[in-house]
Each structure stands twice: as structure tokens, then as C-alpha cells.
């Protein structure tokens, strides 16, 4: 099948806008979370067209981004959920392919985990918290918010960018440390790219521990037509056909493609080399369920004598990088190995 799809690159660059939470980060030498970053699509011949599209929506507990007047993805933080999440997902002509549960439940869908919502980080095992379940205050922690979201359209690309404390359980609700989030997204005719910085960073005075856990990474949940059993096709760099063949095993991406309204509508996730444990495993599963997660070998691999744990010191940063591609059409092997070799090539902040 020939690849038409267009050709391009992501770079970031430096924004003149700090958070005090950033420039308290950028005293200690934090980049990663300290300096707020646009992300500019270059030689994509659509983007004269589509840059003045997008639009932000902002309310108490939520951002939504529009395209063309329509809603495309909206984050939400407010105090009702455990963490920030993106949802719903749609693609570039308005299709949604995320799960509407538990936001906005559709007649027959499944309702398993409750925190699987759009896309999403978090990790089950950090010092011992449990940051991916959200099974209650007194059980599982929290990444809440500590200042208002920053939320810009620059180049044509909407920007978002989060704050969050790395809360633990009651009754102690302890500060292990802080999260930064930042997405940028952007669309160019078929395509939505949502690039996404995530750092980690050990600010409370401890060491951060990532257990060996597959319950973690850089995540999402789509809808029930993504799932393997009704026809979606589960795919992997390595290739890898179908969630046995790709569960815990190293690519450079995974992509889940099915048929909706008519149209093939995949939704891939590309890891960044800079990564650590490049190129990551995958909790990929066939219910829909897929998250990018370096801290779980000796659980992929079903063995107690490996330990995946990674620790970020005290005082530092971990930095993590993901581009998300929707894309309207059936994405061949080489088009994704393309889209990955551009991102793994985007100008980095440094």
C-alpha cells in the first residue's frame, strides 16, 4: 500500500512563560519541568491551512481544544478525579475512539477499571503508592494539581501543561514529589499528533523508586471496537501481530487500527530514544488497553529474579517523551517506522 501520508517533524523550543512552580524547578537546575516548551510541526505542507483551527475552551476543571469549532480532546484536573487525563480522543473529522466510561457511559460498553480514561500517566509502584489504581483515598495516591493549568494556542498548536504533586494516601497524604505534564497538539488533514513531555522530578527531599510493576507507563484506553476479540488489528514495530505477540515486548511503537463509521481510524503511540530503557515494553493489551511502561521486566517477563525498578535520586529529573498519532486510514509498517524516525529526530529541550 503506498504511503500517503504527509511528511514531517516535530521541534521544540523555549517559551518566555514560567510558572512559579517552573522557575523554582529552573533554580534547582530542572529543566525538564522548569521551562515551558512550544513544539512547531515544520515542512508539513498542510499546516498554512490548518494553523488557525484550533482553539482552547477553558473552564474551572477542564480545557477543551477545538478544531474548527468542534471539540477534539479536553483535560481534565479538577478535584474529582485521582489524576489528569485527555478524553475523549476523536480523530481529525470528529470520530471519538476512546471509551466513554466513566465520563459518558454508551449503552453495552465495558466498564472494568475506572481509571482508564483517554490517555494518561501514572505508575502502581512508587515508593511503595500506588499511583495507576485509583481505589480510594486511604488505598491508592493522587497527582494533584498545585497552580492552574497553563493552557496557550502558539504556532499553530494548542499547548497544556500541568503542575502536579505526587500525593500519597491518608491519613499521612505525604508529598513524594512532583510530576510535570506537558501536551502539545496539533492537526494536519488526517492526522492528530499529540506529543507529550512527562518529568519526574524528586523534589521532597527522597529518592523516587519505580517498582517492578506493569501496572504503569504512559497509557491509553480506547473504545470496545479497539478491542482485539471484535477485529481491531494490534500491531508492533517488532512485528508483532496481536496482544500475546506484543505484551511485554520492546518495539519502538504500537498502533491499534479498526474500523469506525465507515473509515480505518489507528491510534499509534511512538517512544522517543532519549527514553530510558529505549525502546520501552508494552502493557498492551487486548481489551484496548495499551501503556508504554520501562519499569516492569521481571513482571513482563514473568520472572521474580529481575528486578525493572528505576530510581530517580533526590534533586533529580526524570524526563519521558511520547508522540501520539490518530490517524484517519490504515497506517502501513513503513509509515509508522517513518513517524518514528522523525520524532526520535525532533530537537529536544534542552
Known sequence: MADTYPQGVFMQRTSPRFSKQFARALALGLVGLALSTA??????????????????????????????GRPLTT??????????????LRSSSGVVISRGFPLDPQPGESKDHAWHRGIWYGHGDVN????????????????VPVETPEAFIRNGAAVLKLSLAMQGRLPEKKRYGTIGEQYLIRVDGPLVFMDAVITVT?????????????????????????????G??????????????????????VDYSTSLEGKTIGLAVLDHPSNVRYPEAWHARGYALCAANPFALGSFAEDKTIDGSYVVKAGDTLTLRYRVVIHEGKATHETLDRWQREFAAAQQLR
Do not use: C
Not at 511503595?128 to 497527582?143: A, H, N, T
Not at 524528586?202 to 471484535?230: I, V
Not at 500491531?235 to 496481536?242: T, V
Open 232 to 253: 481491531a488489528q494490534l500491531i508492533n514495530s517488532a512485528g508483532g501481530i496481536g496482544s500475546k505477540a506484543i505484551w511485554g515486548k520492546s518495539s519502538k511503537w
Open 39 to 68: 513544539v512547531v510541526l515544520s515542512t508539513l505542507p498542510s499546516l498554512a491551512a490548518d494553523a488557525g483551527r484550533l482553539a482552547l475552551d477553558k473552564k474551572q476543571d477542564g480545557i477543551t481544544v477545538l478544531f474548527d
Open 128 to 143: 511503595g503508592e500506588d499511583f495507576w489504581r485509583e481505589l480510594g483515598p486511604e488505598k491508592s495516591g493522587k497527582l
Open 75 to 88: 483535560l481534565h484536573f479538577g478535584p474529582k478525579w485521582d489524576k489528569p487525563f485527555l478524553h475523549p
Open 202 to 230: 524528586a523534589d521532597a527531599g527522597m529518592d523516587l523508586r519505580f517498582g517492578d510493576s506493569d501496572d504503569g507507563g504512559f497509557g491509553f484506553r480506547l473504545s470496545d471496537a479497539y478491542r482485539e476479540d471484535r
